[in-house]
């Protein structure tokens, strides 16, 4: 049998377990999107999470279910960057040892960051399924505890507690948007949001260069998809053919997945920075970009869910000044 949904007592333990160890953020309403959209649109200000990015509430989860071998032989993951990032800070916290697998097409600041946090870091091969063998080596050869960015339950509910969050700030809230790659970002929010209330919408945003989960739900079944470079690097990668948990919840639970073009991307960022005043990476700005680009049908309010920070500066000012002019 497949899971359709983390159980909401599993989220709660969750929220319990990382209590004081992240950060409960603000959801705010944007004054120019809601009056776009003609219904309140409220921002779940989640890249202001501690390491930039929601992940720290998956790794915390995780990190703080080890039992007391576990934590002594240490974690091993391979990531994009931001679940290495937030593994690192999360073990290092507990004095546990972490090594990050990752490929050569993570982003440089992402790296150094890492290696700051103190984690030993692996580069290894061109895609995260090369990532992810050495991964399986050092299991197999080590012994270490593989903590995977998305598809493992502690990592799901930890994830989860941003939808109670949700759930607690916008109760009357009818439709919840959030960046999609593997899947537990959603998979967690919407099992938690979903058991409390079936009727809110869920809608899941992913780029049109390589989306895993869009194209696995078209096909019926985990697909690989041609990893591909975008503004959007966190939502890079595959779901896994193996896929154990976000695929199924995925499935059950999520309503409708928008793709967004780079320049919709862009915009999402732009808007963030000149209206919002807040720096955002392309992962995390693809709500406000779906809500621009009319791609969302909005019908009540709305909980835009901006995911993460970690851009490279320099990329940032960039992408700014190539949209100066604009309205
Ligand atoms: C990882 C990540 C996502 C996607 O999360 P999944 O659980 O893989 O779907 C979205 N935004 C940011 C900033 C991320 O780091």
Sequence with gaps: ??????????????????AGLVERTACVVSPTLSERAQAPVHLKMEHRQTTGSFKLRGASNAIASLCGEERALGVVTASTGNHGRALAFAAAREGIPAIICMSELVPENKVSEIGRLGADIRIVGKSQDDAQREVDRLVADKG????????????????????????????DAACV???????????????????????????????????????????????QVEEQSSLADSLGGGIGLDNRFTFSICRALVDEVILLTEDEIAAGIRHAYAIEREVLEGAGAVGIGALLAGKLSVTGPTVLVL???NIDMAAHRAIISAGEGEA
């Design 1 to 18: 049998m497949s899971t359709d949904r983390i159980p909401l007592v599993s989220i709660l333990e969750a929220r319990r377990r990382v």
């Design 144 to 171: 270490l505890t593989m903590v995977p960015p998305f598809d493992a339950e502690a990592v799901i509910a930890g994830q989860g507690t941003l939808g109670l969050e949700i759930i607690e700030d916008v109760p």
């Design 177 to 223: 948007v959030v960046p999609l790659s593997g899947g537990g970002l959603i998979a967690g929010i919407a099992s938690a949001v979903k058991t409390v209330n079936p009727d809110v919408r869920i809608v899941g945003v992913s780029m049109e260069r390589g989306p895993a989960m869009r194209a696995s739900l078209d096909a019926g079944q985990p697909v």
């Design 307 to 309: 995911s993460g920070r």
